[in-house]
């Protein structure tokens, strides 16, 4: 009943655009090689399945009409005997089925059996930014971005991010947000005056 209730909830989620995504079955059991599945500059989701039963064939079925039909999504389908098989092992899969979202670079942003969660999870992923970047969470943060972990747990903006390759790079848009938000020969609230100021005449909303 719960599944046929989530199959339910699925068909009532607005569909991105009619054309359907297609599951391509990877694995019948054994584990999979996760690198090679995972779509190139995309999200992937990797659905691990009951492999004979028919709700759950139904619940493929919706989800493959529900995901956008364009690259930057691929369905994966692992179809398994039980939840003891190697590849839901590999993916600590408790219950089937179950959908796990990775991003562009194997990173998984997100799991579940609920519909309406697969597809945040899917719309998270679309969001991940093309460069590579150290999260706040990467035990290297701290050293990376010249801050404690509890401080970069705040969230940093993706401008700064997109530096953390290049820690030299960090470190000096450190040093000179320093000297732009502390008092000088002029004060903070007149940098921020200037800097709003040629950002709108740049068209630059940040």
């Known amino acids: 009943m719960r599944l046929l209730a989530m199959v339910s909830v699925f068909l009532s989620l607005t569909t991105v655009c009619g054309a359907d995504v297609k599951g391509t079955v990877i694995s019948r059991g054994p584990k999979v090689d996760l690198k090679k599945t995972l779509r190139e500059a995309g999200t992937t989701v990797l659905l691990v399945m009951q492999d004979t039963s028919a709700m759950e064939q139904q619940f493929l079925s919706t989800l493959e ?20 098989a190697p590849a839901a092992q590999q993916f600590s899969i ?6 796990v979202v990775f991003d562009r670079f194997g990173r998984e942003v997100g799991r579940s059996s609920q519909p309406e969660e697969i597809a ?10 093309r460069i590579a970047w150290i999260d706040e969470d990467n035990p290297k943060a701290p050293e ?3 801050a404690p972990a509890e401080s970069l747990r705040r ?18 848009m450190n040093l000179i947000s320093r000297i732009h938000f502390t008092d000088g020969f002029l004060k903070r609230r007149e940098h921020e005056m200037i800097a709003a100021y040629v950002s709108a005449i740049n068209k630059c909303r940040f």
Do not use: F
């Open 94 to 99: 408790q219950t089937t089925p179950t959908a």
């Open 144 to 146: 990376v971005y010249g």
């Open 120 to 129: 945040a999870a899917v719309r998270k992923g679309q969001l991940m930014g």
């Open 155 to 172: 969230g940093l903006p993706g401008i700064i991010k997109t530096m953390s390759l290049r820690p030299e790079a960090v470190q000096m």
């Open 65 to 84: 009409k529900q995901l956008s039909p364009n690259s930057s999504v691929a369905l994966n389908v692992v179809r398994v005997k039980g939840v003891d």
